[in-house]
């Protein structure tokens, strides 16, 4: 019986090689649009524009990422970043290189207004435009809009700009979150995905799923947990008793400090490059402008004329 069918399952086994021979060629051929790579890269950067990383800005390091670069140059973004783009591009999550700086607490800057003289060197070094003021008058850093670069600081002739410590620890790190160890000692059993808190929900939310998704942002988006209503009927029902209301709460208040982190990374990115190209005008006004000596010879030529 075996021999009888054994050409078939050879023939069989043959196809099913070819096919996916067939396949993995054809997969290998697929060109990723490299532009599309540097972008999703790009988003995951810190938009410092610090320079840290060897590049003039976080786009030019993008690139390079995209090219083939290590994913551990840059000192603002952190462990975070790094596993971040380990996961996007398939690598190894590997340490921040310590030749290119340190990961320390997020920070600002701020110019002691008293001590400034005005001389304008802060404000040509600032990468994303922060900085306002004017020749011979006081600068003033927009706070805001700050990056904490510290570009500024190494130019500045009276030594009066202040490192200024924010909330954020690096780029996304979440301020308030509850783990496992602050949320244990209120557990009296593991969540048995009971469903009693689901029955209860005004919202018609799952919060049991909720908990167990609590450690993903984006999964909690997708299953609505703006919705919530923090009316704790869900704690009460709860046979484990597990703080639903205070884990959804934290979370929430996460996912908020990323989208504000996530929206000033865009904003600095967008002065930068309205920087860059205020420059690169710039310059090109100053070749297209006469020389001197060309003035001279324009002068000599309508002298002749006359």
Known sequence: MLIEILPGLILVTLLGAGTALILITALGRVETNPNQAVEQINKLLPQTQCA???HPGCRPYSEAIAAGEPINRCPPGGDRTIRDLANLLGRDIIALDAAF?????????????????????????????????AAQLMHVVIEKECTGCDLCIPPCPVDCIDLVATRSQSRITPVIELDDNDIAPFIRAPCIRCGECERVCPKQLLPHELYWQRTSNDAMKVMKLDACIECRICDGICPSNIPLTNIFNASKKRIRLEQLESEKSRDAEFRYG??????????????????????????EQLKRTQ
């Open 52 to 54: 840290q990383c060897g």
């Open 101 to 133: 700086g340190e990961s320390g607490p997020g920070h600002t800057v701020k110019i002691r207004e008293a001590e400034c003289i005005g001389c304008t060197l802060c404000i040509q070094a600032c990468p994303v435009d922060a900085i306002i003021g």
């Open 274 to 299: 309205r920087r860059n190209d205020r420059l690169i005008a710039s310059n090109s006004r100053l070749r297209t402008r006469a020389s001197n000596d060309d003035r001279a010879n324009i002068l």
